[in-house]
């Protein structure tokens, strides 16, 4: 049976591969911050571990945990966004706020979780945005969320050099209708996740590294 761990599965697009996922009979890990969304996970039929991306000892425990475990798929969900443009100062608290949880929780992550996956022969997706992408930017909205997914892309596209085993990638989910997405975004989260599954499901070597969109478009520029 295949397995899945799903890191920062506790609403939007984290919950929905959750219950998609264990509805296909995959055997679903994932991680959450607070027992009531622990709790939301088992009654999905997940085993759900209480985790911190920010803190090392908690990371490290998860993958205590987790040693000898299969794992074929692993994504890191875990995000948030600030949404000034260039025109405003950012703060130190939202600098460290996105770019921590961001860049430094999946940084944290990888060198942890990246050698169980790779023993599995593994996908390791980590959640980016088609905003990351420096090539045709037609503003300044949501700066720092920006600069966060483009270091994010590079952490991993340079990291898959140490996981030669694993196939490592971002994954764009599209504009969805979440929390942070907004009502005014076109795609719900069932769109978004059933997309994002025909595409992981599609991966290959050659993708390595490499910024993939929720409908199958392999990004040629970043």
Avoid: C
Avoid at 95 to 116: C, E, K, R, S
């Amino acid at each position: 049976m295949a397995v899945i761990l799903v890191i920062g599965a506790s609403r939007g697009i984290g919950l929905e591969l959750v219950r998609e996922y264990a509805q296909a009979g995959w055997t679903v890990l994932a991680t959450v911050r607070d027992a009531e969304a622990q709790a939301r996970l088992q009654a999905l039929g997940a085993r759900a571990f209480l985790v911190d991306v920010l803190k090392p000892e908690s990371v490290t425990a998860l993958a205590t945990a987790l040693a000898g475990q299969q794992i074929d798929l692993a994504m890191y969900v875990a995000g948030v966004i600030r949404r000034p443009n260039a025109r405003t100062v950012p703060t130190q608290a939202d600098f460290d706020a996105v770019m921590h949880t961001n860049v430094l929780g999946a940084m944290q992550l990888l060198p942890q979780i990246g050698p169980i996956v790779e023993a599995s022969g593994g996908v390791f997706a980590f959640i980016s945005s088609s905003m990351s992408q420096i090539e045709g930017v037609d503003d300044s909205y949501s700066w720092l969320y920006r600069v966060s997914k483009t270091a994010l892309n590079m952490a991993v596209a340079s990291a898959q050099h140490d996981y030669p085993g694993a196939r490592l990638i971002t994954l764009d989910p599209g504009w969805v209708q979440t929390d942070m997405g907004g009502d005014e975004a076109p795609l719900t989260v069932q769109q978004s996740v059933s997309g994002m599954r025909q595409t992981l499901a599609s991966v290959s070597d050659a993708d390595k590294g490499r910024l993939l969109h929720h409908d199958g478009r392999r990004a040629k520029h970043w």
